[in-house]
Nanobody, 127 residues
Framework: QYQLEESGGGLVQPGGSLRLSCLAS????????FGWFRQAPGKEREGVSC????????NYADSVKGRFTISSDNAKNTVYLQMNSLKPEDTAVYYC????????????????????WGQGTQVTVSS
């Protein structure tokens, strides 16, 4: 059975940092493309970042480039999203996702319909 479990969300002030974690069960993070999406109230879900097999392919949404860093720990079978310099517009529910049909990030954002999903974790950036 495939499962993704996110953690690390919370309330943070603008300019602050959070690190999200995504623990994978039933599959190996090193073999497939994993990443993060987010959905703010009243907005569509958007791709934030992706990491491909063995970390050889990484991409970011323009809105988070230079502030967010995605990484993976194969020993812990966990994918991370380090979020720095957070802004109020980063407020959203963040979802971890896995694409078991691909090892790279080329179509990770567009092929969301076939992904496995976690339950989401709330990130709120507010003073």
């Amino acid at each position: 059975q495939y499962q993704l479990e996110e953690s690390g969300g919370g309330l943070v002030q603008p300019g602050g940092s959070l690190r999200l974690s995504c623990l994978a069960s039933g599959f190996t993070v090193d073999y497939y493309a994993f990443g993060w999406f987010r959905q703010a109230p009243g907005k569509e879900r958007e791709g934030v970042s992706c990491i491909g097999s063995s970390g050889g392919d990484i991409n970011y949404a323009d809105s988070v480039k230079g502030r967010f860093t995605i990484s993976s720990d194969n020993a812990k079978n966990t994918v991370y999203l380090q979020m720095n310099s957070l802004k109020p517009e980063d407020t959203a529910v963040y979802y971890c996702a896995a694409d078991l049909d691909s090892a790279d990030c080329t179509y990770f954002s567009t092929n969301y319909y076939r992904h496995y999903w976690g339950q989401g974790t709330q990130v709120t950036v507010s003073s």
